[in-house]
């Protein structure tokens, strides 16, 4: 088993202080076997992991970052030996604050400069830098108006860098209640930062001393030089001499350092290049910086270095950096067109839309980016809600092609797809979606640019945010017809697709092109406006206005009456195909099963539309009055037709007759509960008008009732009446020249037979209906003898009396089906012409006979 290892030990640090960022090296034991193995570095604190380079088991490099505390230890975490700890500490200095009146023995960075008013570095030129508190006491801000100060001291100014400071001012504004003590320390303060100025000039001075002594032993040397040749007594000669001897020392001066000169100049110079490439590194490194952060994608470096060099270097006359600002501006107007490229290149977020305008608005791209996005943004919208039609279109085609061959080739229907959604139906669920996830960001990009939330707090400063808002009042209509256009756009297509019919010749090539083989039914019909119907909401929840989704509403109108239409009628074909269904069983009432299957088809119809009769919130409610019309069409057009209730001339056990009244007791029954619990069904889903569609209906219903009982009566009655003139006239009979009756002849009999068979079979369908029938069979027979009776010229004695017989046989066997009237006209046909003669005299004599009246009347009253 492997020994562990020994925590790591700092021993020690070089340099022991420093400020943020000094680079510092850590010396100590077991400080880890490798790069890998170092896991943890810490400095007052602070985590210093990310600088520190490993350089063997006793020597780490690193720099001190912002650290928690002023003084602390230094940690070292291995993965070998755990957590470490430290002999030494580190002490983090605050950074020295370099004012505009500070001397300075070094150049100081541009982006270093301190600002004492904030505390805080800024990348800002030297000159707008100022002292916070130059007197070195408290300062007390007094309450006196800043105007009366204007007024007080004309022209002049409290700001200590200006040239018109005025000193009154300053004390007056921030001094007004300082203390006469605290006012001479202040004055003892200014004295020691003179006395402080005064110091570092000499210190300067004593920096270059040895440059002073090096003249002065030159200048010592020459004297000398000249005290030994001073052995000439002419005054010309000498100076003659002087000059010779000064000549040659400068000569031999130059000789011996014009190379030391020279590299001294251009050592100058070198260093004076590399000063000023140190001092604005910044600008010369700011090309290769900008192409190395687009290539990274840190726009936001980009742009704050782009405002940085144009603050510093916008106007500069120098022609150094006249040629890198240059170069900065040409890399700068690419990025401009690349994020411009960038922001029209579809499909994109609006969260990259929203940083691109932002980016160009700061970079102050010519023209208006938003405004450019929207147009790009609509025209994508126009142009995918058109290609998701050509695809729907080019697909359908495809099946139909594919299934033809399929069909032709192995004999026979290919189903695949018979029970999915139509290509119409999944057409417009695909385009309202993609529709819905565009446009909601679509409308918000628009709020955005209006409200000048895209732009950063720059652009406001710099009044383009006022431009902007400005730009969006102005393109406001603009941007309407821009929604109305897509709107316009989603309900064509949607037309083309379910309502072709509804649109313009010269639309239908553009919206249209779909190969209508049958129509949509009501189902899908339905479903097509739910889906619409939740396009609609999710569009009214961004707040768009109301006038630019009335297209949808009326489309969603357009809709419900068609399916409305579409589910009567394939209600209508339904209800004829009842006939096919018919089985002419019948329950102990004469029923069948057809009458309840009418009833569930027309409440199945009623709760499929119950749906699109609804109305949502803003929509218009379809007109009962074309609803009732076409459910009044549905009803007069199946109802009153006898197919509905099969046909009756199919080959059956039962004979026409039965059928026939198979069909009156369903009539019955649908007359009497079908109808009624259809309107209670009605007016459970809340429809208004139940009664005139119940009486519509009723009226249908009646006359299929009299046409099928016509019908009956046709094949019943007929007969009977037809056998009644030859039964009276069988063997030669004759009412003038007959025998004394013997009873009721055979004629009569035969026919109250035939009633009795009608009365057995309609009794045997439906009890109900027995009294209606008998009662018209009986009435036919009854006013065809007495017809008969009638078209008899004269009678004899016999012969009225076998006529009397026969006819009160009849009135006495059927009274139960006649009706009184019916009754005495039977019994009286027989003496109409008694009863004309007798009518006759009463009206000859009715003068004279009033006198009868009137004394009978007497008699009546005694």
Known sequence: MSRARQPPLVTGISPNEGISWTKVTIRGENLGTGPTDLIGLTICGHNCLLT????????????VGQAKNDKGDIIVTTKSGGKGTSTVSFKLLKPEKIGILDQSAVWVDEMNYYD????????????????????GIEIDKGRFPQKDLEALFPGMSADFTSENFSAAWYLIENHSTTSFDQLKTAVVNLKKQANKKNEGSLAYVKGGLSTFFEAQDALSAIHQKLEADGTEKVEGSMTQKLENVLNRASNTADTLFQEVLGRKDKADSTRNALNVLQRFKFLFNLPLNIERNIQKGDYDVVINDYEKAKSLFGKTEVQVFK???????????????????????????????????????????PGDPAWQCIGAQHQWILQLMHNCKESYVKEQKGKDIFLLNVSLLRGYQYNTWRYKAPQQVMFVEKLTKLVVSQLPNFWKLWISYVNGSLFSETAEKSGQMERSKKNARQRQNDFKKMIQEV????????????????????????????????ELSGQW???????????????????????????????????????????????????KRLAEKEDWV???????????????????????????????????SVSFDLYSTLLFQLLSADVSSPDLFGSIHEDSSLSSEQRLLIALSNCRYLERHTFLNIAEHFEKHGFQGVEKITQASMESLKELDQRLF??????????????????????????????????????????????????????????????????????????????????????????????????????????????????????????????????????????????????SSAMMKT
């Open 52 to 63: 520190a380079e490993w350089m063997s088991a006793s020597k780490i490099v690193c720099r």
């Open 116 to 135: 004492m008013r904030t505390d805080r570095n800024k990348g800002i030129p030297p000159l707008s830098l100022r002292p916070a508190n130059p007197l």
């Open 323 to 365: 040629k890198y600002y240059a170069e900065v501006e040409t890399r700068i107007e690419a990025l401009r067109e690349l994020l411009l490229d960038k922001l029209l290149e579809t499909p994109s977020t609006l969260h990259d839309q929203k940083r691109y305008i932002r980016y160009l608005s700061d970079l102050h791209a």
């Open 487 to 518: 709107m316009h756009s989603l309900v064509k297509l949607i037309r083309g697709a379910l309502l072709p019919f509804t649109l313009k010749e010269g639309e239908s090539r553009q919206y249209g092109g779909w190969e209508m083989k049958s």
């Open 525 to 575: 019909l339905t479903h097509v406006i739910q889906t619409v119907r939740l396009y609609h909401e999710s569009l009214t929840a961004l707040e768009i206005p109301n006038d630019m989704l009335q297209i949808i509403q009326d489309l969603i109108l357009d809709l419900r009456v068609r399916c409305i239409i579409v589910t009567l009628q394939h209600t209508a074909e339904d209800i």
């Open 586 to 620: 019948v329950d102990n009432e004469g029923l069948t099963s057809l009458p309840s299957q009418f009833e569930q088809c027309i409440i199945h119809s009623l709760q499929s539309l119950k749906t699109v009769l609804d109305c949502k919130p803003g929509e218009a």
């Open 710 to 855: 016509e019908m009956y009566i046709e094949f019943k009655a007929d007969p009977i009446v037809g056998s009644l003139e030859p039964g009276i006239y069988a063997g030669y009979f004759d009412w003038k020249d007959c025998l004394v009756p013997a009873g009721v002849r055979n004629y009569l009999k035969e026919a109250l037979v035939n009633i009795i068979a009608v009365h057995a079979e309609v009794f045997t369908i439906s009890k109900d209906l027995v009294p209606r029938v008998m009662s018209r069979v009986v009435e036919a027979v009854s006013e065809e003898l007495s017809r008969l009776m009638q078209c008899v010229s004269s009678f004899s004695k016999n012969g009225a009396l076998q006529a009397r017989l026969e006819i009160c046989a009849l009135r006495d066997t059927v009274a139960i089906y006649l009706t009184p009237e019916k009754s005495a006209k039977v019994v009286f046909s027989f003496y109409r012409l008694l009863e004309e003669l007798l009518n006759k005299f009463k009206s000859s004599m009715h003068l004279q006979l009033t006198c009868f009246q009137a004394s």
